[in-house]
């Protein structure tokens, strides 16, 4: 009934782009950083995500480029494979079959054909020993090649590629863990184990966080968990080593980088503050604070311009050597804990949720993008720990994303709970949502749910506190001689029996508000705030409560704390049908009747698509992800899909994405979306190669032109530029040696034109029907049909070029014009 | 082991003086160590760090600059524009000379030891020629004539601070021609001697650069800050296996609160001293071969002998200060509380006597007398005995005016047990025996070093310990050869000679009843020889054999003092400054490795613990630092403790330096 396979759940974009280091290409042109199964490439100048690697099949844990060929890249993954690539143009070069789970890579200049990876001993992780070992890559023509020759370089190594760095011309590799730190000379095949005191002496905690070489000199430099930096040296010897230890870092050094060079030092961690040592003169030091979250990692680019930070907020920060920020690439941030919904801003269709601390981030799922944060606290975020800070716990649209509620507390251990409701208008014109009214302390207690009355004529929100009450909230005018102005204001307080509210909804039309207390629902007239009716199903307490829609808007339905399901039929006041099952999230789907609910049993979630109206799954997939679902949320899809089959017609016009437990964002995508997908990219592909430049606007036309052609009648026929002589003489001679730009565009232009020499129309009709008398006499075998789609590669190769009556009097005009502008651009040409 | 009653002083205030200026001697492993009171002590690195010699300041004298010339010689000059050489076995100046060039602000030697260099306040520079008995002028090197052949000016320090002037405060010169500067700014900067340009700087501190000090190899360099910081830097190739070095700031120590005055580095370790009046040993632990006793970071504040003697029986406290002695009746009370409890004071503590010396040399030993009716001190000129007489609440004290013409300066003073004796230890190794009574004062006889075939340098070294028997009958004194010697009172001439120990003896006592001489040495041996039968006893053939507790040697401090419970005759009680401990010599030894059941604590000793009722060796160290603990009569133990916040405070204000977190 339900065919298994056709919808996948898949990573869809949000995903951690802190994971690991992110590289530089030696250009600096571009920023690789692994994003989940993906390598994405960015470019720096731009921040824009230019290319996705995509072929793992698990999760990428390492990249590294290609020390013989900096224009590939290694990337190796949890799947057990090394995978090399050409990342300007996409391309999967090999794939090394390694077999074994890997953890990170690195890669050496004196080691050719070898790479080095960390691997759980006995490829066990659950074992916590890991060992740094050489992997030789065989030199073969094929696609894919098993790696199978390892050899063994460090025993006992910590997992995170931080901690394991190489030495100056590969000469030595030092690695960290604990208290140790090893350094294996490849030379003479010697280790030099080297260890700390352990005992926490004023404060000090000596257990090493990460490590890195000098790239000239013989220097360590560890970083520890009570924030000092130490540099070792003479580590070659058994006790005559040597290290100087600075502190600046309040707590753990999170990651530590050498400049290429090796003047400077870079280091980072919790506080937020990239600080520059130079090297050998530790004393003078340079920040770049308030960068806003913790950093992860730190980067340099290879020719030392760039330093990059990951932060732990998903942001990637590129910054200038002179301790300027230039850019900033701004993944899904994703915290601990995610307390508002996931929510669709129905104006931006971007997905909203709780972003930095006591903000909202608004990120667009169709660009995997953030689109922007909203300061909801507006408060200065202190990073210390034991601090309790305001953050936003709930937030709710309403249907035409024109106002915006947001609640936010504040709880101190000994202090009374504060909170604050505030209320967002969306102003046109500075195009962003402006605080309108703020509440403080609407509920004597936490807030458990608010939402918007979903008419067209927005006025109501409702709010209900664990105080027992629920608070209704409506706009009014509140204009004086100085403005015109309107503001929210209480207009109902209701309770029921001072039991704790916990949920509300608002029927589709408005007409009725569903409150649930405890056990208890109650259902409301919003205009009268006459109790209509109680539904309840003892002895659970109500969790999730929704109104059904479009034809099932007769329905309410509601989960219990006693695992079951239930709907309430609201004319008959009865209970509809009922099903024991564990839901522990349901999401209604605003464009159609279908609702989805999850239930995790033994630690994997479930999903069921159903109608309200049947209680028979509309869809049903087990074994979604691990873990209990966090939240979900439908979004409406800009171009509905055309799933015939019945089990994906659910995902027609909106897609349903949902937070795991370890805080992945997911997505149900159709076998038909892949597809589509996958084409699109690959044209898109083609069409970048082609440089954007006024010929190619131009040209575009003619294409489009041809396109129209074939599609039509076998009408003018337009060759692709790259045919044409004059063009490759100016796209391929050097730019300083070509004459003036005058003078090229009339002979470029000419040899666009169709000679003017006497010849009409007729006798290029004449060639073209000769030309079609030969391709038949060539594929005469062949059926008529084949005839248009072998036409246009036959055609590339013509050099008449045909064009219409119209298009000619553009290039006519094209020709009288002033070209000198052209003059700069010429060295811009590839 | 019994339960006491304590008497907790903390009114002795000791305040030791800052350190001016140190200086190593590696081919004898001593240090010289030069205080702001003009004081010198001489600490024997190779028998654990102890306190060898010490020699006595004097107002006059202020030390600038100190310095070793071969293995005995040592010079001091300072701000009196006097050049010193020492007499190091009397511990008194030989002999003084002025370099007439106004005050001496700093001394070095060649390599050669055959030239001093006194840098004086004029700008000048003295060349003095060293001859093997004196030291005798040679030049005079002036600033205006141009002999200096290269000229270096020091920049200004940093941002913020270049509108003060620098001030190079030390200067070091390598052999492979590179300078070191150590300046007011907070730089540690090399130069090049031949062309006389900056190599490199090293921004050290915020404050000044106080000392420097190259190590002998000449592979590292320590530098002393203001900020109590002592930086070090070291010679290192930046390719391992490169024969290319330059210096690197490598290790950073901070042991001292205040001004790093003087920083020195041996072999093992860097050590350090300045305005907070404490040595730091600190061990460099690559240079450490085992772990041993140089592996230990050590501080030493306090001196290596007894400053307080008691008088037993009127329960006073005699407190030698450099510049006088003060003399405390202890308090009393009247209530009797449980274990662990604090008494309430019903009677205060007195302090009965002041006595300022006379000249301007300082007390170097004093005594009181076990009645209480005598105190005796020395400086290095002359010996005072005064006679005190205590009625009730009337305090009187007259001097003996008439001492008899031998004394004249003495090492360690000491009454017999009936106070009718006084044994002085003069500086030329004899030990004096004068009668004293209300009357008179009479040389009774003088005991010479008897002199030793094979030791035949050994017969001149002035003693620096003595002890008497509680009958009597017997002396002995122990000198800076090892040598312990035992004298008959009564038919007046040396008994024997205990065998000797490459150790300094640190302290000693006789057993008041068994006769038994108990000595303690510098590297924590304990040794306990019958006087009569002329051998070590049963049972300190087997300490020697099973050893003490480990914890006993945990601090490494030697001990000071060594009393006997009379109580409990098979108890001795002894201290250094971290602990003391009671050794009951009637139970077991428990050797190095027993489990060690510590502390005296009331707490401890319930009935649910009796083994441990069994060890020889109990511990104390709640009461520290230590200067002193005796037992006085009825079960009342005196510990005089000196806490080290009380030293603190008494400092001047450390620079400021800000705090993370503050």
């Not at chain 1, 600096?28 to 470019?43: A, E, I, N, R, W």
């Not at chain 1, 084409?679 to 970048?688: C, G, T």
């Not at chain 2, 002396?475 to 490459?502: D, Q």
């Given at each position: 009934m339900v065919e298994q396979g056709e919808i996948r759940v898949v990573r869809c974009g949000g995903s951690t782009i802190n994971y690991r280091k992110a590289i530089f290409t030696l250009d600096?042109?571009?920023?690789?950083?692994?994003?989940?199964?993906?390598?994405?490439?960015?470019?720096t100048a731009t921040e824009e995500c230019v290319h996705v690697l995509q072929g793992h099949t698990n999760l990428v844990t390492g990249i590294a480029l290609n020390p013989t060929n900096h224009l590939q890249v290694y990337s190796c993954s949890m799947d057990g494979t090394i995978k090399l690539w050409d990342f300007t143009d996409n391309i999967l070069i090999k794939t090394f079959t390694v077999g074994y789970k890997l953890l990170a890579l690195y890669t050496s200049k004196a080691h050719e054909g070898?790479?080095?990876?960390?691997?759980?001993?006995?490829?066990?992780?659950?074992?916590?020993?890991?060992?740094?070992?050489?992997?030789?890559?065989?030199?073969?023509?094929?696609?894919?090649?098993?790696?199978?020759?390892?050899?063994?370089?460090?025993?006992?190594?910590?997992?995170?590629?931080?901690?394991?760095?190489?030495?100056?011309?590969?000469?030595?590799?030092?690695?960290?863990?604990?208290?140790?730190?090893?350094?294996?000379?490849?030379?003479?095949?010697?280790?030099?184990?080297?260890?700390?005191?352990?005992?926490?002496?004023?404060?000090?905690?000596?257990?090493?966080?990460?490590?890195?070489?000098?790239?000239?000199?013989?220097?360590?430099?560890?970083?520890?968990?009570?924030?000092?930096?130490?540099?070792w040296r003479n580590f070659n010897r058994k006790k005559e080593y040597t290290h100087s230890t600075h502190h600046w870092h309040h707590s753990a050094v999170n990651d530590l980088s050498f400049t290429p060079e090796g003047t400077n030092l870079l280091s980072g961690g919790i506080?937020?503050?990239?600080?520059?040592?130079?090297?050998?003169?530790?004393?003078?030091?340079?920040?770049?604070?308030?960068?806003?979250?913790?950093?992860?990692?730190?980067?340099?680019?290879?020719?030392?311009s760039l330093y990059c930070t990951s932060h732990s907020d998903n942001k990637i920060t590129i910054i200038q050597s002179n301790l300027r920020v230039s850019a900033v690439i701004q993944g899904l941030v994703k915290g601990d804990n995610i307390k508002t919904d996931l929510m669709i801003d129905p104006r931006t269709k971007a997905l909203v949720l709780n972003g930095k601390p006591g903000h909202l981030q608004f990120y667009s799922l169709q660009h995997d993008k953030q689109l922007y944060n909203l300061d909801i606290v507006q408060q200065e975020y202190i990073n210390q720990s034991g601090l309790h800070q305001f953050d936003v716990v709930k937030a709710a649209f309403d249907a035409q994303g024109s106002w915006l509620a947001t609640v936010e507390e504040r709880k101190e251990k000994l202090a009374?709970?504060?909170?604050?409701?505030?209320?967002?208008?969306?102003?046109?014109?500075?195009?962003?949502?402006?605080?309108?009214?703020?509440?403080?302390?609407?509920?004597?207690?936490?807030?458990?749910?608010?939402?918007?009355?979903?008419?067209?004529?927005?006025?109501?929100?409702?709010?209900?506190?664990?105080?027992?009450?629920?608070?209704?909230?409506?706009?009014?005018?509140?204009?004086?001689?100085?403005?015109?102005?309107?503001?929210?204001?209480?207009?109902?307080?209701?309770?029921?029996?001072?039991?704790?509210?916990?949920?509300?909804?608002?029927?589709?039309?408005g007409s009725l508000l569903a409150v649930g207390f405890e056990q208890i629902i109650t259902i409301w007239n919003p205009n009268t705030w006459d109790l209509v009716c109680t539904f309840c199903q003892p002895p659970g307490k109500i969790k999730d409560l929704c109104f059904g829609r479009l034809s099932c808007s007769k329905y309410l339905l509601g989960t219990t704390t006693n695992s079951f399901l239930c709907c309430w039929n609201l004319l008959t006041c009865t209970l509809e049908w009922s099903v024991g099952l564990n839901v522990i999230l349901l999401q209604l789907d605003p464009l159609s009747e279908n609702v989805a609910a999850f239930s995790c049993a033994a630690e994997n979630s479930d999903l069921f698509v159903f109608r309200p109206n049947e209680p028979r799954p509309v869809y049903l997939q087990k074994n979604i992800c691990q873990g209990s679902v966090q939240r979900a949320v439908f979004t409406p899809r800009d171009v509905p899909e055309?799933?015939?089959?019945?089990?994906?017609?659910?995902?027609?016009?909106?897609?349903?994405?949902?937070?795991?437990?370890?805080?992945?964002?997911?997505?149900?995508?159709?076998?038909?979306?892949?597809?589509?997908?996958?084409?699109?990219?690959?044209?898109?592909?083609?069409?970048?190669?082609?440089?954007?430049?006024?010929?190619?606007?131009?040209?575009?036309?003619?294409?489009?032109?041809?396109?129209?052609?074939?599609?039509?009648?076998?009408?003018?026929?337009?060759?692709?530029?790259q045919g044409s002589v004059a063009i490759k003489e100016l796209l391929q001679t050097p730019a300083h040696v070509l004459p003036s730009a005058t003078f090229l565009c009339t002979m470029f232009v000419n040899s666009l034109l169709i000679s003017k020499d006497g010849k009409s129309e007729v006798p290029e009709?004449?060639?073209?029907?000769?030309?079609?008398?030969?391709?038949?006499?060539?594929?005469?075998?062949?059926?008529?049909?084949?005839?248009?789609?072998?036409?246009?590669?036959?055609?590339?190769?013509?050099?008449?070029?045909?064009?219409?009556?119209?298009?000619?009097?553009?290039?006519?005009?094209?020709?009288?014009?002033?070209?000198?502008?052209?003059?700069?651009f010429y060295g811009k040409l590839p | 082991m019994g339960e006491f009653k304590v008497h907790r002083v903390r009114f002795f205030d000791f305040m030791p003086s800052g350190i001016r200026c140190m200086a190593f001697n590696s081919k004898a492993d001593r240090l010289a160590l030069a205080r702001l009171d003009g004081s010198v002590e001489i600490f024997n690195f190779s028998n654990n760090y102890f306190q060898e010699k010490v020699i006595p300041g004097n107002d006059s004298r202020s030390i600038e600059a100190i310095c070793w010339v071969g293995c005995d010689r040592l010079f001091t000059a300072g701000l009196n524009g006097e050049v010193v050489e020492y007499d190091l076995e009397r511990l008194c100046p030989k002999y003084t000379l002025d370099a007439f060039g106004g005050p001496i602000w700093t001394a070095a030697c060649n390599s050669e030891e055959t030239h001093f260099a006194f840098g004086c306040e004029d700008g000048s520079v003295k060349l003095f020629e060293i001859l093997p008995d004196k030291i005798q002028f040679e030049r005079n090197l002036d600033r205006q004539?141009?002999?200096?052949?290269?000229?270096?000016?020091?920049?200004?320090?940093?941002?913020?601070?270049?509108?003060?002037?620098?001030?190079?405060?030390?200067?070091?010169?390598?052999?492979?021609?590179?300078?070191?500067?150590?300046?007011?700014?907070?730089?540690?900067?090399?130069?090049?001697?031949?062309?006389?340009?900056?190599?490199?700087?090293?921004?050290?501190?915020?404050?000044?650069?106080?000392?420097?000090?190259v190590s002998e190899n000449e592979d590292s360099i320590v530098a002393g800050t203001s900020e109590g910081t002592v930086v070090q830097f070291q010679l290192l190739s930046p390719k391992i296996g490169d024969t290319e070095t330059q210096w690197v700031r490598t290790r950073t120590f901070k042991h001292h609160t205040h001004d790093v005055r003087a920083v020195t580095e041996t072999r093992t370790a860097v050590v350090s001293g300045g305005l907070d009046t404490q040595l730091v040993i600190c061990p460099l632990m690559d240079k450490v071969e085992v772990k041993s006793s140089e592996s230990v970071l050590r501080k030493v504040i306090f001196p290596h002998r007894s400053l307080v003697s008691c008088a037993k029986k009127p329960s006073l406290l005699l407190f030698q200060f450099p510049d006088q002695l003060e003399l405390w009746r202890l308090g009393g009370t009247d209530t009797i509380g449980k274990p662990g409890e604090s008494l309430p004071v019903t009677r205060k503590p007195e302090k009965l006597l002041q006595l300022k010396r006379k000249g301007d040399d300082h007390i170097c030993c004093s005594t009181i007398s076990e009645c209480g009716h005598w105190i005796a001190y020395s400086t290095v000129s002359s010996i005072r005995l005064y006679q005190l007489q205590c009625d009730n609440n009337n305090i009187s004290i007259t001097k003996v005016s008439k001492l008899p013409k031998v004394l004249r300066s003495a090492h360690q003073l000491q009454f017999s047990a009936d106070s009718s004796k006084l044994f002085v230890a003069s500086e030329q190794a004899t030990i004096h025996v004068i009668s004293v009574s209300r009357s008179e004062c009479?040389?009774?006889?003088?005991?010479?070093?008897?002199?030793?075939?094979?030791?035949?340098?050994?017969?001149?070294?002035?003693?620096?310990?003595?002890?008497?028997?509680?009958?009597?009958?017997?002396?002995?004194?122990?000198?800076?050869?090892?040598?312990?010697?035992?004298?008959?009172?009564?038919?007046?001439?040396?008994?024997?000679?205990?065998?000797?120990?490459?150790?300094?003896?640190?302290?000693?006592?006789?057993?008041?009843?068994?006769?038994?001489?108990?000595?303690?040495h510098a590297d924590q041996q304990m040794f306990e020889f019958g006087i009569v039968d002329k051998q070590y006893t049963d049972w300190s053939r087997k300490l020697q054999k099973e050893g003490l507790h480990r914890c006993r040697l945990k601090w490494g401090t030697p001990v000071t003092h060594i009393t006997f419970n009379p109580q409990a005759p098979s108890q001795v009680i002894l201290h250094d400054m971290h602990m003391f401990c009671i050794i009951d010599q009637s139970l077991p030894l428990d050797g190095l490795k027993a489990q060690f059941y510590s502390q005296l604590t009331p707490k401890d000793t319930s009935e649910t613990d009796k083994p441990r009722k069994n060890n020889a060796l109990k511990i104390c160290n709640k009461y520290q630092p230590l200067l002193h603990v005796n037992l006085l009569e009825d079960d009342w133990l005196v510990v005089v403790e000196r806490p080290l916040i009380d030293i603190h405070s008494q400092l001047p204000a450390p620079v400021r330096q800000k705090k993370f977190g503050t």
């Open positions: 600096s042109k571009y920023l690789l950083c692994t994003s989940g199964d993906m390598v994405k490439v960015y470019s070898c790479v080095f990876v960390i691997i759980p001993k006995e490829n066990d992780e659950a074992l916590d020993s890991f060992q740094l070992v050489a992997v030789r890559l065989p030199k073969s023509s094929d696609q894919e090649v098993a790696a199978t020759e390892l050899s063994f370089v460090l025993n006992d190594v910590s997992q995170l590629p931080k901690c394991t760095s190489y030495g100056r011309e590969g000469e030595f590799v030092a690695s960290v863990k604990g208290l140790h730190l090893t350094v294996y000379f490849f030379r003479n095949q010697k280790t030099y184990r080297l260890s700390l005191n352990a005992t926490p002496k004023k404060g000090a905690n000596n257990i090493f966080t990460c490590v890195a070489c000098h790239p000239k000199e013989d220097c360590i430099a560890t970083g520890h968990e009570d924030g000092k930096i130490r540099l506080e937020s503050v990239l600080v520059q040592w130079r090297y050998g003169e530790e004393t003078k030091k340079d920040f770049l604070p308030r960068l806003g979250a913790a950093i992860a990692h730190i980067s340099t680019s290879p020719e030392g009374d709970l504060e909170i604050q409701l505030k209320i967002w208008v969306y102003k046109d014109e500075m195009q962003s949502f402006v605080l309108n009214t703020t509440i403080t302390s609407p509920h004597e207690d936490h807030i458990t749910a608010l939402c918007f009355c979903n008419t067209n004529e927005t006025t109501m929100l409702v709010t209900t506190g664990r105080d027992g009450r629920f608070k209704a909230w409506v706009l009014g005018d509140d204009s004086d001689i100085y403005r015109e102005s309107v503001c929210w204001s209480c207009d109902f307080v209701g309770t029921y029996h001072n039991l704790l509210a916990t949920n509300c909804c608002f029927s589709e039309d055309e799933n015939c089959s019945e089990s994906s017609q659910w995902l027609n016009r909106s897609q349903l994405y949902f937070l795991t437990r370890d805080m992945d964002l997911m997505t149900f995508s159709t076998k038909t979306e892949e597809d589509r997908l996958t084409s699109s990219s690959k044209q898109l592909l083609i069409e970048e190669n082609v440089p954007v430049t006024p010929f190619y606007l131009l040209l575009g036309k003619h294409r489009q032109a041809k396109l129209d052609a074939e599609n039509g009648t076998l009408a003018a026929q337009v060759q692709l530029p009709e004449a060639e073209e029907e000769m030309e079609s008398e030969k391709e038949e006499d060539e594929t005469s075998d062949q059926e008529m049909d084949s005839q248009h789609k072998v036409k246009p590669e036959y055609f590339v190769e013509e050099l008449v070029p045909k064009l219409s009556k119209k298009e000619e009097r553009d290039l006519k005009r094209v020709r009288k014009t002033d070209y000198s502008w052209l003059c700069p | 004539k141009g002999h200096s052949v290269q000229r270096i000016l020091v920049d200004r320090g940093p941002a913020g601070t270049r509108n003060k002037d620098c001030v190079v405060w030390n200067v070091a010169f390598l052999s492979d021609y590179t300078i070191v500067s150590g300046d007011s700014a907070g730089k540690v900067q090399l130069w090049d001697a031949n062309k006389g340009t900056l190599i490199k700087t090293h921004l050290v501190s915020k404050w000044d650069v106080l000392s420097l000090s009479k040389h009774v006889h003088t005991f010479k070093p008897k002199s030793d075939v094979f030791l035949p340098t050994g017969s001149s070294a002035p003693v620096h310990l003595l002890a008497a028997s509680a009958d009597g009958q017997w002396l002995t004194s122990a000198n800076r050869h090892c040598e312990i010697n035992v004298y008959n009172l009564k038919k007046l001439k040396h008994h024997c000679m205990v065998p000797v120990y490459n150790s300094l003896p640190s302290a000693m006592a006789i057993h008041p009843e068994t006769n038994n001489l108990l000595v303690t």
